[in-house]
């Protein structure tokens, strides 16, 4: 009795997440006229339309929306990670002047809510000549990660032991060789926890994207949904056809970096 | 912990990121607090007036009501986005999380319950917007259930009476998934030879609770709680993508505030000096969420 009210609890809450999905795949094999009279029916009426993808993916250029989205998610994980695993080695390792006062000022960042800088980064990247392009949508991005990021690199260093530098000292290695022969091989497991977090966030991310570009090619995949949106008469099978293209990657690598994802949610909170 | 023979070394490593954060973070800091004290349309700064404190004295004072009225409305609702949004996600995710542990297939219903989550961005705002229409699925539900007082004519986001409602909902289902994580986590963290030995000591299920899940639990849901609030009151893609703020401010947060004032109505100082007030209001609530971030460096 007990066991089936779980069963039942876990199934009904699985179909709460699961619907929304179910509905949007359903919508984007629909023909325009059936998506605006059978809303609610997730099957599609009279056989399933996959030429609306095709549709979608041509109309808009999503081709070029999608290579967008990759360049820029690709970069921003391997700037975060280069960038920020020096500083957690710098900070981690040695003793000098000002750390605290620089790990402090960079870990308040946090405090800083994206929408109170959104208007001086415009006009800053702006002035830098810097909108429509790669680098304006980046930057920010990869700044905008640096108090977790070094926060978790700084706290991970920590744990690896202090012989080994000391070996690796003796052995006549220079700093830097240690830290790329070393502490990045080590740092794996966090690199990676990072790395997702960052390709999540970044291929979601739309507010600074929508400010920095307005040159059509230059659009990510969630501006170009908004595009999609944006015509008078709504097409919800093709909206949703696009949006499908949009979360298809992150769908597809969820299984992969599923626990590497969870242990960065539950670092800090949970000792696993 | 080693001090360098070469003193400029560990400056070499900070190198990068610090400057990546004098050109882009600092610089914009700073240049939105200056902002906040003039009144500035945004193309040549050589236009702009110095105002003083009159942008915060618009929209906090009352000097410009309609401002005003818009910025304690905006308030309001990220308050009460964030009250709901804790009221039923930290219940609900415990129960789901004590009902998940020691369950077959556990780790498929774990895959499924993180989705949401993950994909949680403009796409998943699209389908609830779809969800929500007149004729949508969540009206047909309950008139399916025949529940018709819980429809809504209009639609969910098309009426300023339940517009709140249906960010709400997105809200509860996007976080839902990371409260139930920490919570799994830390249930199943707990060394199953505590609950042992204090079956062995005569300990009913009941204290079992008190004294050992529960102080396991309580650090988990400050954390939770705090990171709801930050989400909340940072809230913007979903309202903006899903309602605009309205219908007629009945949606309206802090973020699309801003937003609105500055590239809509070019009004850069007002919008500057309202996102600072809201730095002073998420600023509180994250100092305690800084606290976890605490490490001896």
């Known amino acids: 009795m007990v066991k089936s009210i779980k069963h039942i609890i876990l199934v009904l809450y699985g179909l709460v997440c699961l619907y929304p999905f179910l509905w949007m795949i359903g919508t984007s094999l629909k023909t325009t006229q059936d998506a605006l009279a059978n809303p609610q029916s997730p099957l599609p009426e009279g056989g399933f339309q996959w030429s609306v993808f095709g549709d979608v993916w041509n109309k808009l250029n999503f081709y070029r929306f999608f290579v967008n989205s990759a360049v820029v998610s690709i970069i921003v994980i391997i700037g975060v990670v280069i960038i920020y695993t020096m500083m957690g080695y710098s900070f981690s390792k040695f003793r000098y002047r000002g750390k605290k006062a620089i790990y402090y000022t960079f870990i308040a960042l946090l405090l800083v809510p994206g929408v109170t800088t959104l208007i001086p980064l415009y006009i800053n990247m702006t002035n830098l000549g810097l909108e429509n392009t790669y680098i304006g949508i980046i930057l920010p991005m990869i700044n905008g990660a640096a108090p977790f990021a070094i926060f978790l690199f700084t706290s991970y260093f920590r744990t690896i032991p202090h012989e080994m530098y000391e070996s690796a000292v003796l052995d006549g290695c220079g700093s830097f060789k240690i830290y790329y022969k070393i502490y990045l091989p080590l740092a794996l497991p966090a690199i990676g926890t990072i790395a997702i977090m960052n390709f999540i966030g970044s291929w979601n991310n739309v507010l600074w994207p929508m400010i920095i570009v307005n040159d059509q090619h230059m659009f990510t995949l969630p501006m170009g949904l908004m595009y999609l949106d944006s015509s008078s008469f709504k097409k919800w099978n093709e909206l949703m056809a696009g949006a499908l293209i949009t979360i298809v990657p992150i769908l597809i690598a969820f299984p992969f970096m599923q626990k590497t994802y969870i242990k960065g949610m539950t670092v800090g909170s949970v000792k696993m | ?297």
């Open chain 2, 1 to 297: 912990m080693v001090s360098s023979k070469n003193k400029w070394v560990p400056y070499l490593f900070l190198l990068p990121g610090i400057l990546l954060f004098l050109g882009v973070g600092l610089y914009s800091v700073g240049f939105s607090i200056v902002l906040s004290f003039y009144n500035w349309s945004g193309i040549d700064f050589s236009t702009a007036r110095f105002e003083g404190l009159n942008n915060f004295r618009r929209f906090l004072l009352g000097d410009d009501p309609i401002v005003t009225q818009n910025f304690y409305h905006a308030v309001l609702h990220n308050v009460i986005i964030a009250v709901a949004q804790i009221a039923v996600v930290i219940p609900v995710a415990l129960v789901l999380a004590f009902v998940l542990q020691n369950t077959k297939m556990a780790s498929l219903y774990r895959t499924v319950y993180f989705l949401p989550m993950i994909v949680s961005g403009v796409a998943m705002f699209y389908v609830w917007k779809g969800l929500f229409e007149p004729s949508g699925a969540y009206n047909s539900l309950f008139h399916w259930l025949g529940m018709d007082f819980m429809t809504v004519p209009s639609g969910m986001l098309g009426s300023s009476s339940t517009s709140l409602i249906g960010i709400i909902i997105t809200f509860i289902w996007g976080g839902l998934p990371g409260t139930l994580i920490l919570y799994y986590a830390g249930l199943t963290s707990v060394d199953p030879s505590l609950y042992e030995a204090a079956s062995v000591d005569g300990a009913t299920k009941v204290k079992m609770i008190l004294k050992i899940t529960w102080p396991m639990l309580k650090p988990i849901t400050l954390i939770a709680v705090i990171q709801m609030l930050n989400g909340a009151f940072q809230a913007f893609e979903n309202v903006y993508i899903m309602t605009g703020g309205g219908p007629a401010g009945s949606s309206e947060v802090i973020g699309t505030l801003v937003y609105r004032t500055a590239f809509l109505d070019n009004n850069y100082g007002l919008a500057s000096a309202i996102g600072w007030v809201s730095f002073l209001i998420t600023g509180a609530i994250a100092i305690f969420s800084f606290r976890s971030f605490k490490t001896d460096i």
